[in-house]
Each structure stands twice: as C-alpha cells, then as structure tokens.
C-alpha cells in the first residue's frame, strides 16, 4: 500500500518563504509526475505545479516566479519552494504522485500566510 507523506506546512507572514516535501512511502516502481494542489473552503482543488520524471514544470499562473518544483528521482522526494508568499496562498496543499495509471495522494498540509 502507497502512502503518500507531505511536510512543511505552517504559518509565515506575508513576504515569507516556506518549503514542502512530499514523498510516498510503500512501494512504488515508477513515478511519472509528481505535483502539488491546493485548496480553501467552498473552492475547487487547484494546481499549483507539477513536474514530470524528466524535470518538465508547469505552474499556476498566480505563482510563477514566486514558486519552484523540484524532485530528487533517486529519494523519490519533490519539493516546493515557496518566496515572497500572499496572504492568497493560504490553503492546504495537497501532493499527487501518478505512477503507470495510478494516482496517490496525500492527506494535505496546511500553509497559512499571516500577520
């Protein structure tokens, strides 16, 4: 059984930075794209920004330039760097991880962006 586990949520003040990690825990062969969602009440999941096994990115327009994906393939880790963070950040985020036509995802973190 896959889990997937998301860390690095908090609290920062507006013009903070914050990292998250995702990673799955179990036995996975293969994982094509990794990505990081985000969601607030009454509002529909949203991409934030995934990544493929061979490094191609996308992001939301609303955080490009501010965030940046990465992912280690050899710990099977993805990463999100987040700068210069809006209180319109805050949410939980969520790590998706698909592997063949499979998806996983994570339980959320939440990231609150406050004074």
């Known amino acids: 059984q896959v889990q997937v586990v998301e860390s690095g949520g908090g609290l920062v003040q507006p013009g903070g930075s914050l990292r998250l990690s995702c990673a799955p825990s179990?036995?996975?062969?293969?994982?094509?794209?990794m990505g990081w969602y985000r969601q607030v009440p009454g509002k529909q999941r949203e991409l934030v920004a995934d990544?493929?096994?061979?490094?191609?990115?996308n992001y939301a327009d609303s955080v490009k330039g501010r965030f940046t994906i990465s992912r280690d393939n050899d710990k099977k880790t993805m990463y999100l760097q987040m700068k210069s963070m809006k209180p319109e950040d805050t949410a939980v985020y969520y790590c998706?991880?698909?592997?063949?036509?499979?998806?996983?995802w994570g339980q959320g973190t939440q990231v609150t962006v406050s004074s």
């Open positions: 998706r991880i698909t592997s063949g036509l499979k998806e996983f």
């Open positions: 179990g036995s996975i062969i293969s994982i094509y794209i």
């Open positions: 990544i493929t096994s061979s490094g191609s990115t």
